[in-house]
């Protein structure tokens, strides 16, 4: 118990400064320190978008730059129904976040950042579409080829404690993103 009290005293602490490591890190509020997840054994942490545009490609770079517990993070990984359920009762999503899934349009693939792509089709993977599953029916541009052709993925409002995913292209932008610092342990 000390050891959480301790661990998330160091976190509200560290989360008040700037990281200078190339990328601003999001000053996070009262109450918004990482939260763990035993599941995973990952922590999660709700933070505001600080690139320019706060689009999807930025707030991966913002994500990767930072670190909590010597771990890098990275955009969420929601690849379980009981992650998705962590998600919906630790943070507030009653707006937009972004999430770390794209959907690459030349080769009709899914991909979690740092993971192998997968079929949006494939039926053993867990999935979370909101039944539109593109904001206003933003699909593949014609002929999208190179690695800025993708769809990106964020988590659209459907309640005040509720969201499912939809994809819009990248150069949309929300304020807050999901962060995730996979540490393998508390």
Known sequence: MARTLR??????????????????????????????????KSYFQML??????????????????????????????????????????????????????RYWCEFRLLEWVGLRPFSPGDEDRFQAWHPQWSRANQFCPPNATGPGAFLAVYYQPISSNAALWQAVRTGKGFGRMLVEFPTGGE
């Open 7 to 40: 661990a998330v005293a160091v976190a509200a602490l560290l989360s008040g400064f700037w990281l200078a490591s190339g990328a601003a890190m999001a000053a996070a509020g009262p109450g918004d320190a990482p939260v763990y997840n035993p599941a995973t």
């Open 48 to 101: 505001a978008t600080t690139g320019r545009h706060g689009n999807w490609p930025e707030s991966l770079e913002q994500a990767q730059a930072l670190t909590y517990k010597g771990v890098r993070g990275r955009l969420a990984v929601i690849n379980t129904p009981e992650v998705h359920e962590f998600v919906m009762r630790n943070f507030d999503v009653s707006r937009e976040m972004w999430i770390g899934l």
